[in-house]
């Protein structure tokens, strides 16, 4: 498919809105980079009935031709939408989630097990020189997506970063590192571009910024669910009701679901 790319192309690409997402966009511009192909504009969806929608107009305006999905799990989100995006462009889609059973064609598609996810799938295409340079980001997002949960996993991740375990991988460098940028991706949360490019340029002092901002939002949260939550223990359930400054409501869910 890359090989197939003219100069007159023109390249955009849709990622998702985490780590993983942010990461594989990187590392596929990086592979591109070294071929001599350039990317117009990458874009951040999440998965939600008609991701694409928005897509037509923007990649038509600017005459995009090629169009790389990294880390979208548009086939099960909006099929129909993922097919018209394939109608009018032609695309390219690398992904670990599980493949909808209605896709028919099936071209131009890689699909991962759930647990490889599609940093570590595009980490894979680069030359060894990239993967010297961008090593402790793969490891950063295979431990953000749980991919250290596959044994495999998790032995390329201690190849690079002895120690990491299952109980201490976020609390790790590389976990530090996908804290770090995940705290950047919710502080900026409208401008995720921001944070790409800071991650491209390998600087995260402004994040570190965010994450203190972030970590504190985190922490009043949790503070006010054990205060206010209800507790139902004949279905072991916890209710409650936040209405959060930034967008770690899946967070704060993770972190108290722990406790």
Not at 29 to 56: N, P, R
Not at 63 to 81: A, C, P
Not at 158 to 171: H, Q
Request: charge should be negative; proline fraction near 3%.
């Amino acid at each position: 498919f890359v090989d197939g790319i003219e100069s007159e192309d023109k390249i955009g690409v849709l990622t998702h809105t985490d780590l993983d997402g942010l990461t594989s966009a990187i590392f596929l511009e990086q592979i591109l980079e070294k071929k001599g192909l350039k990317i117009e504009e990458v874009l951040f969806l999440k998965y939600v009935k008609g991701m694409f929608d928005s897509v037509f107009s923007d990649f038509k305006e600017k005459k995009i031709t090629k169009v790389f999905l990294t880390d979208m799990n548009g086939d099960s989100s909006d099929l129909e939408s993922f097919e018209r995006l394939r109608k009018e462009f032609d695309c390219f889609l690398i992904d670990h989630h599980p493949v909808n059973p209605d896709l028919k064609d099936r071209k131009n598609i890689i699909k991962t097990r759930s647990s490889d996810c599609s940093s570590l799938t595009l980490y894979g295409f680069m030359d060894d020189n990239l993967k010297e340079e961008w090593k402790d980001l793969v490891c950063a997002a295979a431990i953000s997506d749980f991919s250290f949960k596959k044994k495999e996993n998790l032995d390329f991740i201690n190849s690079i970063y002895p120690g990491v375990t299952p109980e201490n991988a976020f609390d790790s460098e590389p976990g530090q590192i996908a804290s770090t940028i995940g705290s950047g991706l919710t502080y900026y949360q409208s401008n995720k571009k921001k944070v790409y490019d800071l991650v491209l340029k390998r600087d995260l002092e402004i994040l570190r910024e965010a994450r203190e901002k972030v970590d504190g939002a985190i922490e009043e949260d949790i503070e006010n669910f054990e205060k206010k939550e209800e507790f139902y223990p004949e279905k072991n359930l916890h209710f409650y009701f936040s209405l959060p400054r930034y967008n770690i409501t899946s967070i704060v869910s993770t972190l108290v679901s722990k406790k």
